[in-house]
């Protein structure tokens, strides 16, 4: 079964630091598209940023980025430069198999921000 | 505004008894799909559609059904609702990419309670 991993129940940082939030995926797709989405305490889900499996080049949004290691399927969200507002369920997502859309979540990482 | 609406917000069942979680959108996007969140499992996709008259069933579609006769609604039933069935469901709509890119936009959630 296809899958998506997250390791970390919880992490903290310290504001205006930097933390990485890990996501391990199975997949025997060639070419696919790995999500991350954030749920703060509104409970509304927001998509943070997207990666194109084909492409070489990590996807970058503002504060946030990935390291997206297609051989070993890791794909984890780093956020610079930490703020309050950062606090939140971040859940590392991917739509199995092409044109089937059942996206698969990860069961998430609560992530605290200490001012 | 343009979105995901869903109702009720809240609701309290007793085991039995039936209703539905309604989801419109009004964004013309031909996927809709339903979540349900449980603590430490993360989003599970209940049912999806990716358009009028055609659902397909998810992760874990047991106790629910779903119908699309329009683009904008995809309402979520629960035939006989048990207490297993307490959590927060999110409805979530896209755009229909082949190559799996499409982007999620959530409902607030509804926090359903069976006792």
């Known amino acids: 079964a296809q899958t998506v991993t997250q390791s970390q129940p919880e992490m903290s940082v310290q504001e205006a630091e930097t933390v990485t939030l890990s996501c391990t995926y199975d997949?025997?797709?060639?070419?696919?598209?790995l999500f991350w989405y954030k749920q703060p305490p509104s409970r509304q889900m927001i998509l943070v940023i997207r990666?194109?499996?084909?492409?070489?080049q990590n996807a970058t949004e503002n504060r946030f980025s990935v390291n997206f290691q297609k051989a070993a399927k890791s794909f984890s969200l780093k956020i610079s430069d930490s703020q309050l507002g950062d606090a939140a369920m971040y859940f590392c997502?991917?739509?199995?198999?092409?044109?089937?859309?059942?996206?698969?979540f990860g069961t998430g990482t609560r992530l605290k921000v200490l001012a | 505004n343009a979105g995901v609406t869903q109702t009720p917000k809240f609701q309290v069942l007793k085991t039995g008894q039936s209703m539905t979680l309604q989801c419109a959108q009004d964004?013309?996007?031909?996927?809709m799909s339903w979540y349900r969140q449980d603590p430490g499992m993360g989003l599970r996709l209940i049912h999806y559609?990716?358009?009028?008259?055609?659902?397909d069933q998810g992760e874990v579609p047991n106790g629910y059904n779903v119908s699309r006769s329009t683009t904008e609604d995809f309402p979520l039933r629960l035939l006989s609702a048990a207490p297993s069935q307490t959590s927060v469901y999110f409805c979530?709509?896209?755009?229909?990419?082949?190559?799996?890119?499409?982007?999620?936009?959530f409902g607030a959630g509804s926090r359903l309670t069976v006792l």
């Open positions: 997502a991917y739509p199995q198999g092409s044109g089937t859309y059942k996206y698969i």
């Open positions: 997949t025997s797709e060639s070419d696919y598209y």
């Open positions: 990666q194109e499996a084909y492409k070489q």
């Open positions: 559609s990716v358009g009028a008259g055609i659902t």
């Open positions: 979530a709509s896209s755009y229909f990419w082949s190559s799996g890119a499409n982007v999620l936009t």
């Open positions: 964004m013309n996007h031909e996927y």
